[in-house]
């Protein structure tokens, strides 16, 4: 009896953290979450496939139209060089950012329950599908405590094999140091190929949206039928919805105005939702494991 109410509340709990990981939208293939399924039916009834769709993606019905890297627009690769596409063979599955000339700070969700071997990272290049230059991943350094239920400690280094030479569309960007004060209000930048479930906006091209941080907890209170938001989260986006980061936008930077790498893109309810902000890891907290495992 008591077991069986224990393995219900489990798959509970499961399902919910899938869904707010991976939104409708996704596909979720062993347990990870796989991505931006950019679907632009306008009702759960009408289905049409996205001319950007990937090959692997599944379209599912959706109730409605909340989301793109939301209220965002086209920005080169220049305007944020250290934007990285982290992808398998079946293309893009995460955002990254270069963090130093061999290492790449993503989220842990999207390395969970993958090896090395089978990832690459693409740079230099606005578009996640061609140019730049793909290079290999030699180890993948995952949070020891990333937690898949409430998407704790969403960080994860990527070793690259090769050196990158840094360039106007391959740089590092710089990490917060913990002296560094970040406030409700600041205007921080999100960038990404996630999904933008707007037929009239690309995926393939990189985007932008600006967005405030968000006050913790006011942030945590919204979210606290989902377990709220924990130190090692950080929120940004407007209470009245609008713009965010959306599935496939994971693992990818939140910028300060100073270009600081404040987040990590980590999960969200839908996409710019009024009240729901997104919810990024906050990199000014994992500052120091960062430094141990890649010396950075
Ligand atoms: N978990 C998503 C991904 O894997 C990112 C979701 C971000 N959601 C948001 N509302 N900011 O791509």
């Known amino acids: 009896m008591h077991e069986n109410m224990l393995r219900k509340f489990t798959s509970c709990i499961v399902a919910v953290t899938l869904f707010v990981l991976c939104g409708f939208t996704t596909n979720v293939r062993a347990g990870a979450c796989i991505v931006p399924q950019p679907l632009k039916g306008q009702e759960m009834h009408v289905l049409r496939v996205d001319e950007d769709a990937l090959p692997s993606d599944i379209v599912l019905p959706r109730p409605r139209l909340d989301g793109r890297i939301v209220g965002g627009y086209k920005v080169n690769i220049t305007d944020a060089p250290h934007q990285i596409s982290l992808q398998t063979s079946g293309g893009h ?10 290492w790449v700070l993503t989220a842990a969700h999207c390395t969970a329950g993958k090896t ?42 990527l070793h690259l094999d090769k050196e990158i030479q840094y360039s106007d569309n391959k740089k590092a960007i710089k990490l917060p140091e913990e002296e560094d ?8 930048y999100v960038t990404g190929w996630g999904n933008t479930q707007n037929a009239s906006e690309s995926r393939q091209w990189l985007r932008q949206a600006e967005v405030p941080l968000f006050n913790h907890e006011l942030c945590s209170e919204k979210y606290k039928q989902f377990g709220g938001v924990t130190e090692r989260m950080v929120c940004a ?10 599935q496939g936008d994971s693992g990818g930077p939140l910028v300060s105005k100073d270009g600081v790498l404040v987040g990590v893109v980590s999960w969200g309810y839908g996409c710019a939702k009024p009240e729901y902000p997104g919810v990024y890891s906050r990199v000014q907290y994992a500052r120091d494991w960062v430094r141990k495992h890649s010396g950075v």
């Open 93 to 102: 599955i995460c955002g990254g950012s270069i963090i130093a000339n061999r």
């Open 116 to 157: 090395a071997e089978k990832l690459k990272v693409r740079i230099g290049s606005s578009q996640e599908s061609t140019g730049g230059q793909l290079l290999r991943v030699k180890e993948i350094v995952q949070h020891e405590k990333f937690n898949y239920s409430n998407v704790d400690y969403d960080f994860s280094l």
């Open 181 to 188: 004060q970040f406030m409700d209000g600041d205007i921080c």
């Open 237 to 246: 986006g407007y209470m009245e919805g609008g713009k965010d980061a959306c």
